[in-house]
């Protein structure tokens, strides 16, 4: 009831043509700084109260100044509806994977739980990925999430780094009063922690494999800032970085996070080489690195091959047998419950419940992200989210090698981001980093369509044709004057604008 008060009232609000949006950003900037370095599971304990978690009560204040905002400011609307006209393929495939997490509440064991699971989906989600769209419409806001990434990544390693020495999570030396951590959790953690191979770091996360899942997504941000950066102090920084990450994963002690690293770098060398030949293909440099990079992979592969140790750091050795035996029989174990609701699945955070696989502990578990989205949204919300990722690292790598976009340098590293993803996911089933990967999405699409989409002034709806250097771009004129897309793909469209002094302030 409480909900619909606030949202009623936030309906009543009066709109505005012009809505500074600063202070959103900053809640948006806290938010995704605290979910990047703090530990969930620590909260703040009030007398009378439930545990608070400081991630939560900054997302709760900043869905609540975004609808505010959404509400009262047109250009703000106009803005996430000009992003949908121009990507309708990717807006359609996210609302058939939407769609199919609604139709899979009805069917489910626990329809009160799968709806619970939802609405925390679209929280974590869906908003951050809308919340990207609407409030990163500049270019410095844009290049501000290379810098928080390697910001992230870095705190993160030296956190390792302090705990692979001490052997023990130090969040738990420097709780401030009234923060504590659940009990159950907490003992689930830090068991969790050793292994037969030593103590592995974790981090601010549960297990290490989301420490190690979370080093990989910012390890493409890193290289890149390295390779691409304006600068000599961000190349250093991103050099640095990319150095650190490599010893975070290691002693991180999983396999996950030295497979996406290494296909990291691989996809590096192979878009790199491409980018060079693309920017200058009068120049004998590219021609000359696409012959090299054929003879790089045969000597990695054959360094890989005659490592033994390599091998073990990546596809596991006869200590990891039986963790490689248990998600083989979970897959094996998969189809009958996969063909009982085989379109929208079970219902959300209802897969391991459904395989019914418990662990030598006897905890029921499942071990594939993969394998829990066929049991929980069904084929059909599998393929509209397999489908998401393919589009975003198509869209992603076509950004990077378009040389006219002044955005595209983070088009490659959030592309490369959702690959090594996607291949971690196969033996990782946890969602705690998925907003991050909903932010990369959104990055890939802001920097795609940044230059596309003119938020001009009303004074622009009057164009019909805009005849210059030889071509002719046609203004459609969409309701209420505002955004104007230009078609066909129009390249350095603002400076053309500003330069016949039609353009937005």
Not at 242 to 266: C, D, E, K
Request: overall charge positive; proline content about 5%; glycine content about 8%.
């Amino acid at each position: 009831m409480l909900v619909v008060i606030i949202l009623a009232g936030v309906y009543a609000m009066p709109r505005s043509r012009t809505y500074d949006d600063r202070a959103i950003w900053a809640v948006f900037v806290v938010m995704l700084s605290l979910f990047s370095v703090y530990p969930f599971y620590i909260s703040l304990r009030i007398s009378g109260l439930p545990w608070i978690s400081p991630v939560r009560l900054v997302l709760a204040v900043l869905l609540f100044m975004w609808v505010y905002a959404l509400r009262v400011s047109p250009d703000m609307q106009a803005r996430i509806l000009a992003y949908i006209r121009v990507n309708r393929l990717f807006f359609g495939l996210f609302a058939i994977f939407t769609a199919s997490q609604i139709l899979g509440i009805p069917t489910s064991r626990q329809p009160e739980q799968a709806l619970i699971r939802f609405a925390v989906f679209q929280l974590y989600w869906t908003f951050p990925f809308f919340a990207v769209l609407s409030l990163v419409h500049t270019g410095q806001r844009l290049q501000t999430f290379m810098i928080l990434f390697i910001a992230f990544a870095t705190i993160q390693c030296l956190v390792g780094f302090l705990e692979a020495r001490q052997e023990r999570l130090l969040w738990l030396d420097y709780l401030p009063p009234g923060f504590a951590a659940d009990s159950e959790i907490l003992q689930r953690i830090l068991q969790g922690a050793f292994r037969a191979e030593g103590y592995r770091v974790q981090g601010s996360f549960s297990v290490s494999l989301l420490y190690a899942e979370f080093l990989v997504l910012m390890l493409p941000f890193a290289l890149f800032a390295f390779i691409d950066g304006r600068g000599v102090a961000i190349r250093a920084i991103g050099f640095l970085t990319a150095l650190a990450i490599l010893p975070a994963q290691y002693l991180s002690g999983s396999r996950l996070g030295m497979v996406g690293s290494i296909t990291v770098f691989v996809l590096l060398g192979v878009v790199y080489v491409v980018r060079v030949w693309r920017a200058d293909r009068r120049s004998m440099v590219g021609p000359f690195l696409i012959l090299l990079a054929p003879m790089g992979l045969v000597v990695f592969f054959a360094v890989f091959a005659a490592s033994q140790r390599l091998k073990v750091m990546t596809f596991g050795g006869g200590a990891h047998l039986a963790s490689t035996n248990s998600r083989l029989e979970m897959w094996a174990m998969s189809p009958p419950h996969i063909l009982q609701r085989p379109l929208f699945g079970h219902g959300a955070g209802q897969g391991a419940e459904i395989l019914g696989f418990a662990n030598p502990a006897g905890i029921v578990t499942i071990d594939s992200y993969w394998l829990s989205t066929l049991l929980e949204f069904g084929l059909v919300g599998t393929f509209a989210l397999l489908a998401l990722l393919v589009l975003s690292v198509w869209t992603g790598l076509r950004t990077y090698l378009d040389m006219s976009n002044p955005n595209r340098h983070l088009g490659a590293p959030a592309a490369l981001a959702l690959i090594a993803f996607a291949i971690v996911k196969l033996v990782l089933s946890q969602v705690d980093n998925h907003l991050l990967v909903f932010v990369l999405m959104g990055i890939i699409i802001v920097a795609k369509g940044i230059g596309e989409t003119v938020f001009a002034a009303p004074s622009l709806s009057h164009l019909g044709k805009v005849k210059l250097r030889r071509r002719t771009y046609r203004a459609v004129r969409p309701p209420r004057q505002v955004p104007v897309i230009l078609t066909p793909n129009v390249r350095r469209t603002k400076k053309i604008l500003y330069s016949m002094r039609i353009g937005a302030p």
